[in-house]
């Protein structure tokens, strides 16, 4: 792809592979979202999430359907390497149990049900962090229409075997995508309101963990110059590569603009994946993309397999 890598900083230029080229695994989706890379099965899970299905992507089998239902956005695995996703259509986040059957890990919040739960990671303690913006109740195309009942569009923590999630940031327009720094003490969490409410900045905001699991608002770690921050993956060395209007922007954890991978289209999400970790799967509008970078993804204490051996809490 002709003038794919744009250089803002000499440092991304070891983040990258020069010679590597963008490769589309998938195209014909609505909107594609929530890419997770599964270690031990060597495959991919993503989202179509108008046509309410989650669909799987391996290395020579191509992609095929993986399950249907909930409208599911984000997901991630927990620390008993269950796969937990966030639906529109159930307004929750569910855990994938080994058989298949999904568990309800949170659905209501101070009694009231949530908006539409969009994005989720794990911090090695356990504990499951994800955002409730309303996208998938404002009309019938990624979930069901339906009325909020939240007076806001927080950011939420779940403690490990919490049947209730605890609200940790409730002044963000539409939180979507997050992810934890690489030592987990500081949370990114995306911006996008500004689809909706225009005056909305397309920042992705930085918060403290701090002990006890609360945080503390640290500023904003960068504003995209193109389009509306979505999903984002953070590498071994902390680098933030977030979604973009016009691919993927990659930010130093200080916040520098390092570079951009011009795609050519909005994008939605993004993990990295792949046998070594080095493989960035991008979701946009229609496609799914890869792309081998020179850089791991910051290894996950949940993303490859189960750290813990005795039954998830029920
Ligand atoms: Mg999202």
């Given at each position: 792809m002709p003038g794919l890598y744009q250089i803002?900083?000499?440092?991304?230029r070891g983040l990258i592979l020069s010679n590597a080229e963008v490769e589309?695994?998938?195209?014909?989706?609505?909107w594609l979202e929530g890419p997770l890379w599964l270690a031990d099965s060597e495959q991919l899970l993503f989202s179509d999430i108008p046509e309410d299905c989650v669909l799987r992507w391996a290395p020579g089998m191509g992609v095929g359907v993986f399950s249907r239902g909930g409208h599911q956005n984000g997901r991630t695995r927990d620390r008993w390497g269950r796969v937990v996703a966030c639906e529109h259509g159930g307004r929750r986040l569910v855990a994938r149990e080994p058989d298949g059957r999904l568990s309800v890990?949170?659905?209501?919040?101070q009694g009231k049900r949530l908006n539409s739960p969009n994005d989720v990671v794990a911090r090695a303690d356990g504990s499951l962090w994800f955002t409730d913006p309303d996208y998938g109740i404002?009309?019938?195309?990624?979930?069901v229409r339906s009325a909020p009942e939240q007076p806001a569009c927080h950011v939420f923590r779940l403690d490990a075997g919490a049947g209730e999630p605890q609200a940790v940031?409730?002044?963000?327009v539409k939180p979507n995508g997050l992810a934890f720094s690489p030592d987990g003490q500081w949370l990114y969490v995306a911006e996008s309101g500004g689809s909706h409410v225009a005056a909305t900045p397309p920042e992705i905001r930085r918060f403290a963990w701090q002990p006890g699991g609360a945080l503390q608002p640290a500023g904003v770690l960068a504003t995209l110059d193109c389009g509306l921050p979505d999903g984002m993956a953070v590498d071994e060395h902390g680098n933030v590569w977030s979604s973009a209007g016009d691919g993927v922007h990659c930010f130093a954890p200080d916040g520098t603009l390092l570079g951009k991978l011009h795609l050519g289209c909005v994008t939605s999400n993004l993990c990295f994946g792949g046998p070594r970790g080095n493989r960035l799967f991008i979701t946009s509008a229609k496609r799914l993309f890869a792309l081998h970078v020179a850089v791991r993804g910051?290894?996950?204490?949940?993303?490859?397999?189960?750290?813990?051996?005795r039954q998830a809490p029920r």
């Open positions: 803002a900083d000499a440092a991304f589309c695994l998938y195209d014909g989706g609505r890990l949170a659905s209501h919040h404002l009309t019938d195309y990624e979930g940031v409730g002044t963000m910051a290894p996950e204490a949940c993303a490859a397999a189960p750290l813990e051996t």
